[in-house]
């Protein structure tokens, strides 16, 4: 690769994990239109590299590009979040299982930490983000970085709604808890335990935000 090629890459790379950051955080909401010429000239890039970017966010479910109207932040139905948490329960289980052989006490140190640091959030998006951290602790282990990939990319797309509602339910109590569960499965090496756990964490998850969404489209 050419140091043009190598310039042009990690610029869009950058712009990229910039829009992401702006829609993960709730900044453009569902539904927002992107508009390219105000966003190149806000970022101060080429239309180039930002259509470079929105397609990465397109593959990555968190934008919709669709002739005659552009770029937009893309929404969630209760039926496509409920498909996201059924793959992410396939992946999530496979990766803990690959990981579970070579999973070591200082792994599992830092999963405690995690939780004792999401006790302490003052924030949902805080919360949420160690939240991602603890699963990583558990699933990196696998050493399969596409997987890890894949299953970063699915916590983004229903993680943003999550964020909606941690505040009004009993969700970050009940999921602590099950934190914890996980822990103790991984210190007594009982892995049929820890795979149930994680079964009920993700089916709890899911049916929350399921619940959420169609209320939210009821309204």
Known sequence: MNTLSLEKSTLSERVTKLLRQHILSGAWPAGAQLKQEELAARFDISLGSLREALRTLQADGLVTIAPNRGAQVSDLSADEAGEIFDIRAFLELGALGLAWPRLTEPDLAEAESLIRRMDEAEDTARWSGLNRE???TLYRPAGRPK??????????????????????????????????????????????????????????????LVQYLLRRDTQ
């Open 134 to 136: 603890f699963h990583e």
């Open 147 to 208: 997987l890890l990939g894949l299953i970063a990319n699915l916590h983004d797309n229903v993680g943003r709604y999550l964020r909606l509602y941690l505040d009004t339910m009993n969700f970050q109590a009940e999921s602590q808890s099950e934190h914890r569960a996980l822990v103790e499965a991984g210190r007594r090496n009982d892995l049929p335990a820890a795979e149930n756990i994680l079964r009920n964490h993700l089916s709890h998850a899911r049916r929350q």
